[in-house]
């Protein structure tokens, strides 16, 4: 066994979630005092996300973690000045589909750094994102607000190898209640579904949330149409596997295919491989009059569809793509050789060329059905899957914006995919999701119009998250911190939180 796989199997990281170690302690005590005074930030442009209108030469006034006021106005006494001529704020990013690496010192602060005031964690893994979800919540903990998913409940047998990740397994109605009842306790915001549900056990996931007062996100089942899926009540659909099966003029026969998929217990890999050449009928056999019906299913039942195109991108292109290098000092030297590991030897080993070139023209052809989801107004969550090869917390999510861009999304769209629909999803539109009076002043300020072009939303200043001001040197020290934390070893606190696209290695 070679050492960076060895590396691998003992840290238990499944999906590539790599680990970072230590503790993050690079912000002060003081400087997580929330602030009582008034914050005035002039001069800027403020972006209405929904419709895309600028109003220039605005005052955005900040008491306490809320905004007071928003429009031409004179600075109180007393409030502290930002002159910001010239720049533009939106409201706070959310990316709504993260797998944190490493500790506090890391993904927390990366996520600020970029904009993020907001992340879904998608699986519940480590009893330690809850720790994080509730102190960031109460003030004493630097990083994002954090809504977290339970553990993964899957089928039996599960695509999980148990000695890389923990996923609760179940085989019937009762164990799926069960289930359910469990991850209330635990303190899950919500249920997380994978693949292999069984139709009996994901129906009964699905009215057991209902009872406890718990929403359900994830996966479609394979044994369940997207469709059923949305008619149910499952809140969203991530990626874009089961959706494209839904929507072939073979549906039929790719349904049966898919049934078909036999795995033993934790061998996703062999699950992901045969999927692929599944995904390929359904793609060269796309439905206009299918995706009209399932697509408008989705829209009329406010069922969100979190896209994940950086993931896609990478999975699909595993020969095209690699970690942007001014990045890799954000990442441990396990973490890059973790990544390197799972592309070369889980993706890109013993395939023909017919195959690469498949996986290739699989890329192009996810693109085109975002920009269909989009032609008919199916509501979009900006969701990167970070975790996954060779996404870096926090940066991954600008790469998200331009990739919907990229498959035909407007700037604006993209922006509203990112702020007001997770706003929305979360119920918490009264509070996020727009720069307005009497909203938390979660707020990201830019030195370009991202409006103009979505690559803007990497020029940074300032990001603003419950009335604190994280200014452009503040930003810097957060980076910094990361940078040096990565350089030393990991620790028992590190986690390994578990990505969804198959990532178990070979024996």
Known sequence: MNSSRRQFLARGAAGAAVLAGGSFTATSASALVRPTRITALTNVTVIDVASGRRDRHQTVLIGGERIIGVGR??????????????????????????????????????????????????????????????????????????????????????????????????????????????????????????????????????????????TVHGHGPDEVTSKEVSQAGQRSIEHIHSLGLAVSTREAEVRRLVLAIKVANGDYNSWFRQLHPIEWIAANTYSPSRAADVFGTLRRNNTRVTPTLTMHNVLDQVDYTRLDPNLAKYMSEDSIGTYDYVIQNLYAANRGAEEISHQHEMWAWRQRFVRELIAHDVPLMAGTDTGTPYSVPGFALHDELEHLVGAGATPRQALYAATAEPAEFLGMSADLGSVEPRKIADLVVLDADPLTDIRNSRKIHTVVTRGRVISSADRQKLLAGVEAAVKEPPTAASIAAGGCCGTKPRR
């Not at 993904?107 to 519940?124: H, I, K």
């Not at 209330?184 to 693949?195: H, N, P, T, W």
């Not at 139709?199 to 209902?210: F, G, S």
Request: aromatic letters at 6%; hydrophobic letters at 45%; a negative charge.
């Open 73 to 214: 106005l004179p600075v109180p006494r007393g409030a502290v000045e930002i002159d910001l001529a010239g720049k533009y704020v939106i409201p706070g990013l959310a990316d709504m589909h993260v797998h944190s690496l490493g500790d506090e010192r890391v993904s927390p602060p990366l996520y600020l750094a970029n904009g993020l005031t907001t992340v879904r964690e998608m699986a519940g893994t480590n009893p330690m994102l809850y720790d994080w979800r509730d102190r960031t919540a109460a003030g004493s903990l630097l990083g994002p607000r954090m809504v977290v998913a339970s553990n993964i409940i899957d089928g039996d047998p599960t695509l999980w190898d148990p000695n890389l990740i923990q996923v609760i397994v179940v085989d019937d109605a009762d164990a799926a209640r069960a289930a359910v009842r469990r991850v209330k306790g635990e303190g899950a915001d919500f249920v997380k579904v994978y693949s292999r549900l069984s139709r009996t056990a994901w129906l009964a996931v699905i009215d057991e949330a209902r009872k406890v007062g718990l």
